[in-house]
Nanobody, 124 residues
């Protein structure tokens, strides 16, 4: 059974940084695609970043240049380094894993397994 557990969320001020971690069990984090999505109150869940096939990374336009996704092979997981946080980054952040084709990489349907989420709040 695949289980994903996110951690690292919290309350920060605009411009601050946070590092989210996702630890996987029942599946190797080095196989397939691992991704982060987020869901703000009253909005649909949206793609944030993904990593697949080694170093290939993909980002939403809204976070490119500020967020970095990386594999954490020692912990069988994936991290999301978030810099220059903005109030609009406030959301519950979810880790996901699956085998999406490239055209589905940014879609919820491309992933089979999901974590429970971790809250990130950016406010002054």
């Amino acid at each position: 059974q695949v289980q994903l557990v996110e951690s690292g969320g919290g309350l920060v001020r605009p411009g601050d940084s946070l590092r989210l971690s996702c630890i996987a069990s029942g599946v190797s984090s080095s196989s397939g695609t691992m991704a982060w999505f987020r869901q703000a109150p009253g909005k649909e869940r949206e793609f944030v970043a993904a990593i697949r096939n080694g170093p290939n990374t993909y980002y939403a336009t809204s976070v490119k240049g500020r967020f970095t996704i990386s594999r954490n092979n020692a912990r069988n997981g994936v991290d999301l380094q978030m810099n220059s946080l903005r109030p609009e980054d406030t959301a519950v952040y979810y880790c996901a894993t699956g085998q999406p084709i490239l055209s589905s990489l940014r879609t919820i349907g491309g992933y089979r397994n999901w974590g429970q989420g971790t809250q990130v709040t950016v406010a002054s």
